[in-house]
C-alpha cells in the first residue's frame, strides 16, 4: 500500500498497553470511532489479549500484533505461521536476518505484513554503545533496513527522526510505522527519540504508535482526535 492509499484514520495506531482485556475493552469503547487501529504488546498478550485480535477485526479494526519476536529461524518460522490465523494485519520480529527469514517464510502469502523492529525508540548511542554495537543508530537503523528490504519485510519500525533518510533507501514499497510520538507538552516517559505527530507526518512517517499519550489522558478521545486533526494537518 502507497502512502497515499493509507486511510488518513488508519494512521494513528494506538497502543493497548493495559493490564487486562476489560481495561482494554473499556479503552475501545471510549474510544469508538475515533480509533480504527490498535496495537497489542506484551503486556495486553500476556494478560490474554490474544483473542482481542480476532474480535476487533470482526469489528472492522485493524490490529498490529507488537509480539517482536526473535528467535532461531525455525521457530520463527512456525510462530509466525500460527500468527496469520490471527487476523492481525502486521505482527514485529526484530530486525535479526534469521529472524527475519523466518518470519517472511512463516507468513507466506498469508496477508499479515510483517515490521521489523530496527532499534528501539528508547535507545540512544549511549545505549547502543553499552549494549555492545560498534554502530551508531542511524547507521544500525540503515543497515537493518537494507537487510529488511533485501530479505522481504513488508515494513520497518524506526523513530520519526530515521523516517526521511529511510524512505529515500527503502522507497514507498516498505511501510515506515513511528513509536516515539509525542505530541507537544506531553511527557517523553522512556522515549528517547521522539517527535511531534505532524512533524512525523511531514517526515514522511506512514503510521504513528501513540500509547500513554492517549491512555494516560483525561479525555483519550479528545487526545485522539486532536492527534488526527494534527494528521490530516501535515498531509494538507
Ligand atoms: O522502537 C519501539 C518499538 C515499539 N514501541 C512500542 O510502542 C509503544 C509506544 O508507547 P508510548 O506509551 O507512546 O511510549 C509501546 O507499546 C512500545 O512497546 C516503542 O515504543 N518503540
Same mark, same amino acid.
Given at each position: 500500500?502507497?502512502?497515499?492509499?493509507? *486511510?488518513?484514520?488508519?494512521?494513528?495506531?494506538?497502543?493497548?498497553? @493495559?493490564? %487486562? $482485556?476489560?481495561?482494554?475493552?473499556?479503552?475501545?469503547? /471510549?474510544?469508538?470511532? &475515533?480509533?480504527?487501529?490498535?496495537?497489542?504488546?506484551?503486556?495486553?498478550?500476556?494478560?490474554?489479549?490474544?483473542? @482481542? !485480535?480476532?474480535?476487533?477485526?470482526?469489528?472492522?479494526?485493524k490490529v498490529f500484533l507488537d509480539l517482536k519476536l526473535h #528467535?532461531?529461524?525455525?521457530? $520463527?518460522?512456525?510462530? !509466525?505461521?500460527?500468527?496469520? /490465523?490471527?487476523?492481525?494485519?502486521?505482527?514485529?520480529?526484530?530486525?535479526?536476518?534469521?529472524?527475519?527469514?523466518?518470519? !517472511?517464510?512463516?507468513?507466506?502469502?498469508?496477508?499479515?505484513?510483517?515490521?521489523?523492529?530496527? $532499534?528501539?525508540? &528508547?535507545?540512544?548511542?549511549a545505549d547502543l554503545h553499552a549494549a555492545g554495537y560498534r554502530?551508531?543508530?542511524?547507521?544500525?537503523?540503515?543497515? /537493518? *533496513?537494507?537487510?529488511?528490504?533485501?530479505?522481504?519485510?513488508?515494513?520497518? !519500525?524506526?523513530?520519526?527522526?530515521?523516517?526521511?533518510?529511510?524512505?529515500?533507501?527503502?522507497?514507498?514499497?516498505?511501510?515506515? $510505522?513511528?513509536?516515539?510520538?509525542?505530541?507537544?507538552? &506531553?511527557?517523553?516517559?522512556?522515549?528517547? /527519540?521522539?517527535?511531534?505527530? %505532524?512533524?512525523?507526518?511531514?517526515?514522511?512517517? #506512514?503510521?504513528?504508535?501513540?500509547?500513554?499519550?492517549?491512555?494516560?489522558?483525561? #479525555?483519550?478521545?479528545?487526545?485522539?482526535?486532536?492527534?488526527?486533526?494534527?494528521?490530516?494537518?501535515?498531509?494538507?
Amino acid at each position: 500500500m502507497t502512502p497515499a492509499e493509507i *486511510a488518513p484514520k488508519d494512521r494513528l495506531i494506538v497502543a493497548l498497553d @493495559l493490564p %487486562s $482485556v476489560e481495561a482494554a475493552e473499556a479503552t475501545i469503547n /471510549r474510544l469508538g470511532d &475515533s480509533v480504527t487501529f490498535y496495537k497489542i504488546g506484551y503486556r495486553l498478550a500476556y494478560a490474554g489479549g490474544l483473542p @482481542l !485480535v480476532g474480535k476487533l477485526a470482526d469489528k472492522g479494526k485493524k490490529v498490529f500484533l507488537d509480539l517482536k519476536l526473535h #528467535d532461531i529461524g525455525n521457530t $520463527v518460522m512456525q510462530g !509466525v505461521e500460527s500468527i496469520t /490465523r490471527l487476523g492481525a494485519t502486521f505482527l514485529t520480529v526484530h530486525a535479526y536476518p534469521q529472524t527475519m527469514k523466518g518470519a !517472511v517464510e512463516g507468513r507466506g502469502n498469508s496477508s499479515l505484513k510483517i515490521l521489523a523492529v530496527t $532499534v528501539l525508540t &528508547s535507545y540512544n548511542e549511549a545505549d547502543l554503545h553499552a549494549a555492545g554495537y560498534r554502530l551508531g543508530v542511524s547507521e544500525l537503523v540503515e543497515a /537493518r *533496513a537494507q537487510q529488511a528490504q533485501v530479505l522481504g519485510i513488508d515494513g520497518l !519500525v524506526c523513530s520519526p527522526e530515521e523516517v526521511g533518510n529511510l524512505r529515500k533507501i527503502v522507497g514507498h514499497q516498505m511501510s515506515l $510505522v513511528t513509536p516515539g510520538i509525542r505530541p507537544a507538552g &506531553s511527557a517523553t516517559g522512556d522515549q528517547k /527519540r521522539i517527535m511531534t505527530p %505532524s512533524r512525523a507526518i511531514t517526515a514522511g512517517a #506512514d503510521y504513528l504508535v501513540v500509547g500513554r499519550p492517549v491512555l494516560e489522558a483525561a #479525555d483519550p478521545k479528545a487526545i485522539a482526535e486532536a492527534i488526527h486533526a494534527e494528521i490530516a494537518q501535515a498531509l494538507g
